[in-house]
């Protein structure tokens, strides 16, 4: 079997299955805590390729939680279940203070993306201890609203490369928290849905004018919550190409070994 980087594609193989909305290609999954420095306990899984190098790390931010958003928010769970595999991205995912999913409850309560900000850091420090390269973060929805108010500042700024933003909304972070992810001057791609219920794709592209590095992505077709296979599978190319420095890379719609199907 061989593999062409620029397109995450496999060849030569009769035996390759499709890859669907439930499957689980191989990775070292790994149920992890983090501990915030105000002593909350946050619980959480790292996915790894099962060998060869990590390629980038994904630390994920969910959805608002008092709105059904957790650790485990579909295109985030796909993600673990596919880019260690596919890309040799490792995908950190927790459950932000008070949220609950199968891997169990984080303590405290629900923070108005105000004390989350210490979820991010302790987030992020894991990831640095543990030594996980090429560091990015990727918030979806609530999510993106804590990557761009405290992303762009110490003691996360200096240990991640850059951002991807999944249906930013735009409530909770000002041109203040834009303005500041423009001085950093490290990357960002926004992926924008046309059917957003929040900021469609016209309206984010003027947002985040104040931020010249940032690339705004509308999503033909999409919404929010990027529901169906298609969305999603968009999404995790467009995080892959991202962080992997690749243009336009396409990941591979099969797969040629073991894959586990999980409950839906």
């Known amino acids: 079997m061989t593999f062409d980087p620029a397109t995450f594609v496999y060849s030569d193989s009769v035996t390759a299955e499709t890859i669907r909305a439930a499957s689980v290609l191989p990775a070292r999954r790994e149920n992890i805590e983090l501990t915030t420095d105000d002593g909350l306990r946050l619980v959480g899984e790292l996915a790894a390729p099962e060998s060869g190098e990590i390629r980038a790390t994904l630390i994920t931010l969910h959805p608002l939680p008092t709105h059904g958003g957790f650790m485990d928010s579909h ?64 918030g979806w929805s609530f999510g ?26 735009l409530h909770r972070a000002t041109d203040e928290d834009l303005d500041t992810w423009a001085a950093l001057g490290k990357p960002m791609t926004a992926l924008i849905p046309e059917f957003d219920d929040y900021l469609r794709p016209a309206e984010a592209a003027a947002r985040f004018a104040r931020i010249p590095q940032a690339s705004v992505i509308g999503i033909d077709g999409g919404k929010h919550l990027w529901v169906g296979e298609k969305f999603a599978a968009r999404a995790l190319n467009e995080i892959s190409s991202t962080v992997l420095g690749i243009p336009g890379a396409v990941l591979s719609g099969q797969w040629d070994g073991p894959m586990a199907s999980a409950a839906q």
Do not use: C, H, M, Q
Not at 83 to 106: D, E, W, Y
Not at 108 to 128: C, K, M, P
Not at 158 to 167: F, P, Y
């Open 144 to 169: 993106t609203e804590l990557v761009l108010k405290y992303g762009a500042r110490e003691p996360v700024a200096s240990a991640v490369e850059g951002a991807v933003l999944l249906s930013p909304p």
């Open 75 to 138: 295109v985030f769970r796909k993600a673990s279940y596919r880019l260690p595999a596919l890309a040799g991205i490792a995908v950190l995912r927790f459950n932000t203070r008070g949220t609950s999913s199968p891997r169990g409850r984080s303590e405290g309560s629900f923070g108005e993306g105000i004390s989350e900000r210490a979820d991010l850091v302790a987030a992020v420090e894991f990831a640095r201890r543990r030594g996980l390269p090429n560091r990015w973060l990727v």
